[in-house]
């Protein structure tokens, strides 16, 4: 690899990359945190300012500080953002986007969009790439990309610098490696954000990588932190079910938000308070837990996730995640098989690899340098004329000689297998304490967290073996809006074509999870979905969008429970998402799936079943929330109390405001009631000094609602 130029200046970054890149830029940026803010904005000024050049940013989950869309949530969130933002840069084409403003010479493509943020967005809407995440690397190169821009950790100066891509090694290696691979150039820029955690393994890469390297203290901001989600009793039941197809030795993969908190604390709860997990779950199982798994974690769990995410972070802080695997396809195999019995290495490790063929007696070099580099043989073993050598010890290096090998083994071997991890994942968005934690975990901790490239984590192919090896009883827990009742899944947009995300990676793990002989989809959706139209079920007869095809249904799971579908028949796959819909909506679905011949006319639906409604569930799941097991932030908050409180009240008020008949009951009671707010809630939102009618009415309101 050449050496980078190294710059100063975020603006003189800007003037090499015109210089240098003649005509139109095709600019690729990471998605969410790995995005150099302060030089793509830098960048996109000079391009608003001088309509004669054009510029195509291609990327994914641009993200922004929350705004409120009323005067009152706009007073709330101002002190709240600047506290938990900090110094974190807004992108202006965002906020440009946002507003309907891009100048015409700008576009920009994402194949990933912040959930529901461009609903009604023409240009987002017609620019949205639908992909694949594996494919985004060939995608965004089909673009004509000719720079690259990604903000990076750094470690060392001079000739010892060291950089690591941080949240972001998924695709942007991939992308340099297809433009070039084309006959094509393409810039490479590396902004220098000291608040980015520095990641080893596949992370790191030598400063070469990038044509540019931009020191400018103005690259350094604060990483973007959304706060942790409050976890719903919907939330944990739906967490709860999921976790209990996870097994021990096996791999997860899950996603960020409140269902992936509430999976991660339900594993929590089963390792930790086995006999009260096991209680909670009868209660949301009707008592059958065939099939489940509901015991300890003796061996652990490997996460392989695209995104690696908080609840990650807390299993592996609980000793939950913590099953090594290591990149060879052999020792993982004689791993499984327990050939090799742990990741402490005794002779049978050595004889395991000797016997499986994976070295050969006598050893060579090649042989040597893969027994160091997993820790199977000690770091000053050496070869010396056909003999291995160290310290005063020496014998032959065909280890066919029992005599050799029982020296081997008294005097050379290590004493732990090195180079595992327990974590897999592409890229990471988390709160402001997540990162602090990746930024001063112990190195020898961090290095079991591999962040790597897409194209490892969320496909099969490529290193086939060692990834069929690795991701044994994998567990792949994938969020959907919608399923239908023959079991497709809409995942990314609505029935009008609107997309309301992305696609991601979740065909990827679909596909794998049908690949792999022992894996297993958890498809999660919430039953129902409130909103301007009111309630409606999330269980549909059909939808204008479809995800996932049904083919590749497999395990669903809502609040009320598990439908699995794999390899049954129409009929009972409709029996079986009924059974799990919110009983408000099941007659209607047993009336549309008997007028299209797909479910027998004399069809009832079980009597146990039709208990599946909000306050049922609250009823089960309040005690073991009062006794701490279930917390509504289980991993903490950004939030103060009064924050908590606060945002309750609104959002009640929120929910009322599109649903005319209850804004009215509420109306009426909080003018009966006449009960008044805390001043400094009121002062908080603007309405100490309320005055209109209007701000009279939402204060009162709000009082009544705390």
Known sequence: MAAPSFVTSIEAAVDRVLDSVPGDIVLGIPLGVGKPNTFVNALYRRFRAAPSRRLRIVTALSLHKPVGKTDIERHFLEPLVRRVFEDYPDLDY???????????????HEFFMKTGDYLGNAAAQQNYI???????????????????????????????????????????????????????????????????????????????LFDLVVTDPAGTHAVFAPPNNKVSFADYAIGL?????????????????????????????????????????????????TGRETGRFDTGLYGCSEMFVNGFLKLIEAGIVRREVFADATLQRLLNEGRIADTAVTPQTLRALLDAGRVRAPLDAADLAFLQRFGVL?????????????????????????????????????????????????FFLGPRDFYQRLRTMPPQELAKIDMTRIDFINQL?????LKRQQ????????????????????????????????????????????????????????????GHAGLTSSIVWNYGNVTIPRHLRDIVVTEYGVADLRGQADGEVVKRL???????????????????????????????????????????????????????????????????????ALKKLQHASQHPAE????????????????RPYLERLGLAEARSLRDLLVRRLFANNL
């Not at 065909?398 to 897999?424: I, K, N, Q, W, Y």
């Not at 009883?473 to 079991?487: E, H, I, P, Y």
């Not at 009426?668 to 009960?675: A, E, F, K, P």
Request: aromatic residues 4%; contains cysteine; charged residues 25%.
């Open 378 to 426: 000690r770091a000053d073993v050496r070869l010396d004329g056909g003999q291995l050598v160290a310290e005063r010890a020496r014998c032959s290096a065909d280890l066919r000689d029992e005599r050799a090998l029982a020296t081997v083994c008294e005097t050379m071997l290590g004493t732990r297998l090195a180079g595992g991890v327990f974590m897999h994942g592409g």
């Open 241 to 289: 079910h999921a976790s209990s197809f996870v097994v021990d030795g096996g791999t997860l993969q899950i996603g960020i938000g409140s269902l992936g908190d509430a999976i991660a604390q339900a594993l929590i709860v089963r390792d930790r308070h086995g006999s009260e997990y096991r209680r909670i779950l009868e209660s949301l199982a009707h008592g059958d837990l």
């Open 663 to 678: 804004l009215l009951q509420m109306t009426v009671r909080s003018l009966w009631d006449g009960r008044e707010a805390p």
């Open 94 to 108: 965002v906020i440009d986007l946002r507003a309907g403003r891009l100048p015409p010479n700008v576009e920009v």
């Open 461 to 465: 192919y490529g290193d086939d073996e």
């Open 130 to 208: 639908s992909t694949n995440y594996t494919f985004v690397a060939r995608d965004m190169a089909v673009q004509g990309m000719n720079v690259v821009a990604q903000a990076v950790a750094a470690r060392g100066e001079g000739q010892a610098l060291r950089l690591s891509l941080s949240s972001n090694p998924d695709v942007s290696a991939e992308i340099i490696e297809r433009v070039h691979a084309s006959g094509r150039r393409v810039m490479a820029v590396a902004v220098v954000n000291d608040r980015m955690p520095f990641m080893p393994n596949g992370a790191e890469v030598e400063p070469g």
């Open 471 to 530: 991701r044994r009883k994998a567990r792949f827990m994938n969020t959907t809006m919608v399923v239908t009742l023959l079991g497709a899944a809409a995942s990314d947009a609505l029935d009008n074509g609107q997309v309301v995300s992305g696609v991601g990676g979740q065909y990827n793990f679909v596909a794998m999870s049908h690949a792999l002989p022992d894996a297993r989809l958890v498809m999660m959706l919430r039953a129902t979905h409130d």
């Open 578 to 648: 009924i059974a799990v819909a919110d009983s408000r909506f099941q007659d209607e679905l047993v009336h549309q799936a008997q007028a299209h011949g797909k479910l027998a006319a004399d069809y009832r639906v079980p009597e146990h079943r039709r208990r599946n409604l909000p306050q049922a569930l609250e009823d089960r799941l309040q005690p073991w929330a009062s006794a701490g097991l279930l917390p509504e932030f289980p991993f903490g908050t950004d939030l103060s109390e009064d924050e908590i409180r606060i945002v309750r």
